[in-house]
T-cell receptor, first 111, second 115 residues
Framework: GQNIDQPTEMTATEGAIVQINCTYQTSGFNGLFWYQQHAGEAPTFLSYNVLDGLEEKGRFSSFLSRSKGYSYLLLKELQMKDSASYLC????????????FGTGTKLQVIP | DAGVIQSPRHEVTEMGQEVTLRCKPISGHNSLFWYRQTMMRGLELLIYFNNNVPIDDSGMPEDRFSAKMPNASFSTLKIQPSEPRDSAVYFCASQTPGVGTGELFFGEGSRLTVL
């Protein structure tokens, strides 16, 4: 199975940079997903990392270290609309479709 | 393009009643997933289908829960009898065919309250 650990809540200031960490333990590895979920809405896909390193996509970047079982999501130039929960998920090897999420990190952006 | 469509958006029922949640995946997506989200347990995978066939139902909490996918454009999740602890938001998601990023496209969810 998979165990995922993320901080429950974080607060950051508009315009700043915030890093949301995710550590995981899995019986195998088949990539790592980040999803964003605004309150009362459905989760939406942000990124997928399968190789070590940093992948940048606009203001958002995602980093992966498979040897450390560690990932982070980096949000730059924070905007108020970035206030949301951020969910890390790791499907097991051979079960890339069996994506199970944890409780995620609730980010509050303040003026 | 229409996304994943779920109904009802909200349902309030009494303990012991049967609940049926419905989902229409994105056309062309051949995988469909049912998730349940609560504050305590987060977003949990209940069951998923490939080409209308159930692949893994190990997340279904107990026999009171059942899911069907009679065709490529429709799926149901049924709870019978319902209990207060089933109160949650139930999401349906679909996925594009083939091995790729595995991006899931979620519906807006069905918020279930069992009194």
């Amino acid at each position: 199975g998979q165990n995922i650990d993320q901080p429950t809540e974080m607060t950051a200031t508009e315009g700043a940079i915030v890093q949301i960490n995710c550590t995981y333990q899995t019986s195998g590895f088949n990539g790592l997903f980040w999803y964003q979920q605004h309150a009362g809405e459905a989760p939406t896909f942000l990124s997928y990392n399968v190789l070590d390193g940093l992948e940048e996509k606009g203001r958002f970047s995602s980093f992966l270290s498979r040897s450390k079982g560690y990932s982070y999501l980096l949000l730059k130039e924070l905007q108020m609309k970035d206030s949301a929960s951020y969910l890390c998920a790791v499907p097991p090897r051979g079960g890339y479709q069996k994506v199970t999420f944890g409780t995620g990190t609730k980010l509050q952006v303040i003026p | 393009d229409a996304g994943v469509i779920q109904s009802p958006r909200h349902e309030v029922t009494e303990m012991g009643q049967e609940v049926t949640l419905r989902c229409k995946p994105i056309s062309g997506h051949n995988s469909l997933f049912w998730y349940r989200q609560t504050m305590m347990r987060g977003l949990e995978l209940l069951i998923y289908f490939n080409n209308n066939v159930p692949i893994d139902d190990s997340g279904m909490p107990e026999d009171r829960f059942s899911a069907k996918m009679p065709n490529a454009s429709f799926s149901t999740l049924k709870i019978q009898p319902s209990e207060p602890r089933d109160s949650a938001v139930y999401f349906c998601a679909s996925q594009t065919p083939g091995v790729g990023t595995g991006e899931l496209f979620f519906g807006e969810g069905s918020r279930l309250t069992v009194l």
